[in-house]
């Protein structure tokens, strides 16, 4: 089964307006935690945003927040303001609790986001 | 501040060549180090990694293999490539003390084309 799914293959998002990109995720671990991640089209990834299971708030950085809903296993990073920048390959990651999984990031198959001016 | 280098950033290599990657750390000691492979247009997967010189994990059996000779480079090696070993490989490098919130960044990558 898929532990992280992004369900959302394209999306279009007009420059200034806000988006939501869509993650869900599959895990028995009650500890983890979510990432999501930027590729331009130069390649390199980027790091965007972080949140624990267990963090009460929702992750802000910047622009970038994250719509966390744990009963529904649901991780959405959410864009304000658009910029053309933000065109790129958007990817949500799970690091597992569990001792024998720690050190590795799970990744979706990422959301590619075009900005439009 | 810490960076990563990747090289070569791009390389062409015929069936059956032998290959090698390199990524060097800079900035930062004992950092955990990951080998990634990313084919087009899809997320990326783990392949290698390492906490420690001389300490290599393999997450997929394949055609391939790692190496860390030195606390802050890792090397990725075949002896003979395939075509299916074509695609975007990254390295990333982690501090290993933030526990669930252990950060991974990223390198710059290589596009590797095998004909």
């Known amino acids: 089964a898929q532990k992280i799914t992004q369900t959302q293959p394209g999306m279009f998002v007009q420059e200034k307006e806000a988006v939501t990109l869509d993650c869900t995720y599959d895990t028995s671990d009650q500890s983890y935690g979510l990432f999501w991640y930027k590729q331009p089209s130069s390649g390199e990834m980027i790091f965007l945003i972080y949140?624990?299971?267990?963090?009460?708030q929702n992750a802000t950085e910047g622009r970038y927040s994250l719509n966390f809903q744990k009963a529904r296993k649901s991780a959405n990073l959410v864009i304000s303001a658009s910029q053309l920048g933000d065109s790129a390959m958007y990817f949500c990651a799970m690091r597992e609790g569990r001792m024998d999984s720690s050190y590795k990031l799970i990744f979706g198959s990422g959301t590619r986001l075009l900005v439009r001016p | 501040s810490q960076t990563i280098h990747q090289w070569p950033a791009t390389l062409v290599q015929p069936v059956g060549s032998p290959l090698s990657l390199e990524c060097t750390v800079e900035?930062?000691?004992?950092?955990?180090l990951y080998w990634y492979r990313q084919a087009a247009g899809r997320g990326l997967q783990l392949l290698f990694y390492s906490v420690g010189i001389g300490q290599i994990s393999s997450e997929v059996p394949q055609n391939l293999s790692a190496s860390r000779p030195q606390d802050r480079q890792f090397i990725l090696s075949s002896k003979k490539l395939l075509l299916s070993d074509s695609g975007f490989y990254l390295c990333a490098w982690s501090v290993g003390t933030s526990g669930l919130k252990e950060t991974q960044y990223f390198g710059p990558g290589t596009r590797l084309l095998v004909l």
């Open positions: 900035g930062t000691s004992n950092p955990n």
């Open positions: 949140q624990g299971s267990y963090d009460e």
